[in-house]
């Protein structure tokens, strides 16, 4: 270590030297549940930066040796968490933003633990909202749990759908399924609810079954609006989870079905609210390059992908005006299909095809649209094609799709548009 090592440094600089270095100092913390690394420190930067560490170090019950044991924090996000005490900066990932954000709640600095929130909410995805809400409620941070609950309701179908919320505890969960705006079918939810209660029958030692089920749910049960489904649907149900339910509840709820009368059930029957998201529609061609003359003999098929995440509604399809077509629509790498009839008025060139619900479309990735039109005359294509159309703020990429198919490129034929909505 040079002697005039302070010369050129600033002060940042120089708490970070001293650090780096162990330069003079008098306090020591034993880490990790193991204690075998130590890691060395200085009272009045501690003191300084954080209430706790002062009462510690200088207050009436304050440590009377130089070596304090820590094992609740491990070696490198200890060394992490002073690295931001010492100069304000600290490299967070997402590896160890949850133990960084637990230690600077613990020593009460609230600068990181702000940071690390906003960390969380920068980086929050379907995969780990639940996770990250479970670590705002056990901090207590009352505006980070608020994000994730709106990033949950914005994102309701595929969170329940995949059966995320199993990262819930009770307090989270109940928050969760008291929302009024969760944009998902209620039997969806239910689905959802047992698989957070097979996992806590799971973790207990429990046989999975209605009656543990419900053992574990206790009052969450009552958050699932029951009376919303069908009567067919919820017999189904009460057949599949014999003991979750009550023979009293039962009997109100399927009297209620009957009679549309739930008021002497303790289920809600108030429909949540379904949040409404403006659609758009991206147009391959313009209006002077459509003509008539395109026969359908196979299925046409174009690829495309877009710049941002977006919920694709459905598309608009080429027809003949005053025709009917049996027509099916696919997205061939998720899956997703619809099967239905369009039908076209005497001026009409073209028909919406509408999914039976929203399919979610990831960013920078092709997906290949399919249209089988059959039991119709030839109708109406386009030319001219545009092979980069932006709507707003979304980019629509559009490329020719690998055969057989029936002509349609990324500059003509069928498939005139796709309608959508960002998420």
Known sequence: MQSNWQ??????????????????????FKLGKAGLDVVPAHKFVLASRSSVFRAMLYGPLAEKGCLVDIPDVESDIFKCFLRYVYTDKCTTTSDNVTALMYTAHKYNVRRLVKECGQFMMDNMSTVNVCTIMENANLFDNRELRQKC???????????????????????????????????AKEEDIFAAVVS?????????????????????????????????????????????????????????????????????????????????????????????????????????????KVS???????????????????????????????????????????????????????????????ADLQNGPP?????????SVKCNSTVFTFQTAPSPNNGTSNCQGQLYGIIFRKK
């Open 7 to 28: 010369d050129d440094l600033s002060l940042l600089e120089s708490m970070d030297y001293m650090l780096t270095n162990e330069v003079d100092c008098d306090i020591s």
């Open 149 to 183: 609950l709106e990033f949950i309701q914005n994102q309701c179908t595929e969170i329940v759908e995949s059966k995320l919320l199993t990262s819930l505890g009770p307090d989270c969960l109940g928050e969760v399924l008291r929302s009024e705006e969760l944009d």
């Open 196 to 304: 957070w209660a097979d996992c806590r029958c799971t973790e207990k030692c429990l046989e999975v079954n209605g009656s543990n089920r419900r053992q574990v749910l206790g009052d969450l049960l009552y958050l699932v609006r029951f009376p919303l489904m069908s009567a067919d649907n919820f017999a189904i149900i009460s057949e599949q989870n014999t003991g979750l339910f009550t023979s009293k509840e039962e009997i109100e709820l399927l009297r209620g079905q009957i009679t549309n009368d739930f008021l002497k059930t303790s289920f809600s029957s108030e429909k949540r609210k379904q949040k409404t998201y403006p659609q758009d529609v991206c147009y391959r061609f313009q209006q002077h390059d459509i003509n008539h003359g395109w026969k359908y003999t196979k299925p046409d098929a174009l690829q495309f």
């Open 308 to 370: 941002e995440a977006v919920d694709i509604v459905g598309v608009i399809l080429f027809g003949n005006s005053s025709s009917a077509y049996r027509v099916r629509v696919d997205i061939l790498e998720l899956g997703q299909m619809t099967d239905t009839t369009g039908t076209l008025t005497s001026t009409e060139k073209s028909f919406q095809v509408l999914f039976n619900k929203t399919v979610a479309i990831k960013p920078d990735t092709y997906y290949t649209l399919k």
């Open 379 to 387: 109708g109406y294509r386009g030319r001219n094609g545009r092979t």
